[in-house]
């Protein structure tokens, strides 16, 4: 690729990541895909980081640096988002890295079928890599399927931000909620919503690096709560009815699971929690839950002390509730 190529902006984040910033930089700086906008967000460090962040920049005239107080990550991505100037945008966070034709893979998925957004597969590790990989498999999702895929499987590689190219166009009126954990299910539904076409590579590219301490290593139930409802809310007001079904489904639980939560602490909002609950499940759309949900839901709806016991069993047993 060449200075002639449309130009990529890849956004990264940084707080707090002096062990790990040096190893996502090399990984991003050393790209055989050259044409890159390199915009370092960093987020009110404390440590080491924001001068690892000028030193690279003094190095190599892509990378802009931004200093900024801290406001979370997604205030950082946006930072990020009000500044970049490529065709093409990728997100990657400061404690992981890519591999190196990381951004020439998937920008070339992207012009060859000319799709909106091209996903790798990443590899959750503690910092080793496994053997090289054989039989890559290349696919095409229209929006409804890349939709039924998000909310059939648990596929990180399809959830979170990192990892995939975006044209630029998705991001015109879209931005990462502040404040908020789980950003990326806040936002990755109606990037793949306003999408036409999804291409997705079985080849890793993305090394997701998970250690003690980040934001990923642990459920934020109220965050988790408020999205499953503003996706349901999202397609219902859309007249999406295929989608529905599958929507409604984890709301209930959620919204069950937050109703036990506060009972003790806030009986208020524990009540609220159940009536949204048995509101939801009088939708039209509920009555295409699966059988064994839909069973145990109403049963529920209508007796939630026999929730408040289920939780009392040990976690193998009550796990699907």
């Not at 200075?3 to 050393?30: G, T």
């Not at 909106?116 to 053997?131: H, P, R, V």
């Not at 997701?208 to 290593?217: E, K, L, M, P, T």
Request: hydrophobic share 40%.
């Amino acid at each position: 690729m060449t200075s002639s190529s449309p130009l990529v902006s890849v956004i990264v984040p940084v707080y707090n990541v002096e062990p790990y910033l040096r190893r996502c930089l090399d990984s991003i700086v050393n790209q055989s895909y050259t044409n890159l906008e390199i915009i370092l967000v960093d987020d009110g460090s404390l440590d080491n980081s924001p001068q690892i962040c000028d030193d690279y920049a003094a190095k190599d005239k892509r990378i802009i640096v931004i200093h900024k107080k801290n406001g979370g990550l997604s205030d950082a991505r946006n930072a990020g988002l009000d500044v970049c100037k490529g065709e093409y945008i990728s997100f990657v966070d400061s404690d992981d890295w890519v591999d190196e034709k990381y951004v020439e893979k998937l920008f070339s998925l992207i012009i060859e079928e000319n799709a909106d957004i091209a996903i790798g597969e990443n590899l959750k590790t503690d910092g080793k890599i496994s053997a090289k990989q054989e039989n890559v498999i290349v696919k095409a999702y229209s929006t409804r399927d890349a939709l039924f895929h998000l909310f059939r499987k648990t596929h990180i590689a399809f959830v979170i931000s990192c990892g995939k190219i975006y044209k630029r166009n998705l991001f015109k009126s879209i931005r990462f909620p502040v404040g908020k954990f789980h950003e990326d299910e806040f936002t990755t539904y109606i990037l793949f919503y306003n999408s036409k076409k999804i291409l997705y590579t079985s080849q890793i590219l993305y090394y997701y690096y998970q250690r003690v301490g980040s934001i990923v290593s642990t459920r934020h139930p109220w965050d988790v709560l408020e999205v499953f409802e503003q996706r349901y809310l999202f397609f219902k007001d859309k007249d999406e009815k295929d989608l529905l079904p599958l929507l409604i489904k984890p709301l209930c639980w959620q919204l069950l699971c937050a109703y036990w939560f506060e009972l003790k602490r806030n009986p208020n909002k524990a009540n609220k929690h159940l009536s949204d609950f048995q509101k939801y499940t009088k939708e039209k759309c509920f009555s295409q839950t699966p059988l064994f949900h839909k069973f145990f839901l109403k049963i529920f709806s209508r007796f939630p002390f026999l929730y408040i016991l289920c939780r009392k069993f040990p976690f193998h047993i009550r796990k699907e509730f």
